[in-house]
């Protein structure tokens, strides 16, 4: 998942150090949130950007990821 969001921001030549804001949905917020919140340090460095983490109905999807990054 978080895979994913590091191959769209390579594809406009940015890195996680340029998203300023992430906004995360998850379908089971109880159950996965420590091991997306794992997940995300391992890409994300301090300062880290604001994050708001919310849970959601996503149908079949568990995670679903809006990022804002800055250009520089």
């Known amino acids: 998942m978080v895979k ?22 998850l379908h ?3 159950r996965d949130f420590p091991g997306f ?5 391992a890409f994300v460095e301090t300062p880290y950007p604001a994050r708001t983490t919310v849970g959601s109905f996503l149908g079949d999807f568990l995670v679903e990821i809006d990022t804002v990054a800055a250009i520089p």
Not at 6 to 18: P, R
Not at 37 to 41: Q, V
């Open 28 to 30: 089971h917020p109880g």
């Open 37 to 41: 919140n794992a997940a995300y340090e």
């Open 4 to 25: 994913n969001l590091a191959a769209v921001l390579a594809g406009h030549g940015l890195d996680f150090s340029h998203v300023v804001k992430t906004t995360v949905h």
